[in-house]
């Protein structure tokens, strides 16, 4: 028997709102109204900051040695956030614009982000179920197994482990400076896992992978500051839900998350694509970095794009990837700091788009939404933005909502 569920109507457009059962609903409301409809919450999120310029006093210490075990962060996680300029609302095309601006995608929630691919959203006209799929220049990087991270903070404190954060974030905007040159670029940032607690949290590898990869990003964003051409947008967010309110069994959070957070980057690739049809002699790129870490690879590694997206954007991530491992790891290796050597995953450090793994569940058996069976579809990442297993979810969960 089917739970039963009341019928809100989303204001913006008349849209009807299902409220799932045991009294969870769609939060999305102008002026932090449950139900009311918006698309963006207008008070975002506080977070603890850091001074960019205290970085290289941190760096310094740690390789020099002076980092200590037992010795106390920065700030009580010893997780630098950087300021991001927020804009909620995109200014129109008849407006004069000096340079490009984007939306806090990080803030949309799951009934925003349907609307989207439903093509219902008013700030993203000509949005569909396929703006999932290949939007942009994608990488995920494998920098080092989880368990160096580990063994770092546990042999040198966490002074030097900060050390190693900072250096990853540095060749990652060093990659994508030689891959972009000064062309304006809009950062898609992922930490991968993670999740709101209570919803779906999953802590990745050793149960600390999530930790050390928003360590990283909160890295990136804050050495991000000092590049102009570079406009750092994150796509997850652990106080929003990974939830669209699917019925047992079908209601799959990691793919939810997956999807919500690629849905957020499609965004800001429409908000690229509209700038760049009213700006064609300063066109803006989009590429998503997805920051993970590894479990006994024993080297470092990057997951690019293959063949199924557009070239352009193959080869930007094939480009990116071959530079970051270059430099990375012979950087990582000249600390000192790391319990072994690091050397190439797979021979080369590079990887595609296939799945290296079994996922811990088959997904098998025929959508009861879409009706395709999914035993068929390959397995592929979906941060790289070809996966067909994330859309038949994502085509699930529109057509469970009425959406389509």
Do not use: C
Not at 90 to 105: I, T
Not at 112 to 125: E, I, S, V, W
């Amino acid at each position: 028997m089917q739970p039963q569920h009341t019928i809100r109507r989303y204001p913006a457009t008349g849209i009807p709102l299902r409220q799932a059962p045991e009294g969870r609903q769609w939060t999305a409301g102008a002026g932090g109204q449950e139900g009311e409809g918006t698309f963006l919450p207008a008070a975002p999120p506080s977070r603890r900051r850091l001074l960019a310029g205290m970085a290289g006093g941190l760096v310094l210490m740690a390789l020099r040695g002076k980092g200590r075990a037992g010795a106390r962060p920065i700030n009580e996680d010893g997780v630098p956030h950087a300021p991001l300029p927020r804009t909620l609302t995109p200014k129109r095309r008849d407006e004069e614009e000096s340079a490009p601006a984007f939306s806090l995608v990080e803030e949309v929630e799951p009934w925003d982000g349907l609307l989207f691919l439903a093509g219902r959203h008013p700030r993203y006209p000509g949005a569909s179920l396929d703006s999932l799929m290949g939007y942009s220049a994608a990488d995920i990087l494998e920098t080092t197994d989880t368990d160096v991270m580990d063994a770092v903070l546990a042999r040198h404190g966490p002074a030097a482990l900060d050390a190693l954060y900072q250096l990853i974030a540095a060749q990652v905007l060093a990659a994508l400076a030689r891959v972009y040159g000064g062309q304006p670029l809009v950062l898609a940032l992922d930490a991968g896992h993670g999740g709101k607690p209570g919803v779906y949290h999953d802590p990745g590898s050793h149960g600390t992978e999530a930790q050390h990869a928003r360590r990283t990003a909160a890295w990136i964003e804050v050495l991000a500051a000092g590049a102009p051409s570079v406009t750092v947008r994150r796509i997850y967010n652990d106080a929003i839900g990974d939830d669209f309110f699917l019925p047992p069994p079908n209601d799959r959070k990691g793919a939810a998350a997956l999807t919500l957070r690629n849905i957020r980057g499609a965004m800001l690739a429409h908000e690229a694509a509209d700038w760049n049809a009213a700006h064609a002699g300063a066109p803006v790129a989009v590429h998503v970095i997805s920051v993970h870490f590894n479990a006994g690879s024993g080297g470092i590694l990057v997951l690019h794009q293959g063949s199924t997206v557009a070239p352009e954007f193959q080869g930007r991530s094939v480009a990116f990837a071959r530079e970051y491992v270059a430099a990375t790891r012979p950087a990582l290796n000249a600390t000192g700091l790391l319990p072994y050597t690091l050397r190439l995953a797979l021979g080369t450090g590079l990887s595609d788009d296939a799945l290296l793994y079994e996922p811990a569940f088959r997904t098998s058996g025929i959508n009861p939404y879409t009706g395709v069976d999914r035993s068929r579809l390959p397995r592929r990442y979906a941060m790289l933005q070809t996966s067909l297993m994330q859309r038949d979810y994502a085509d699930g969960a529109l057509r469970y909502h009425g959406l389509v």
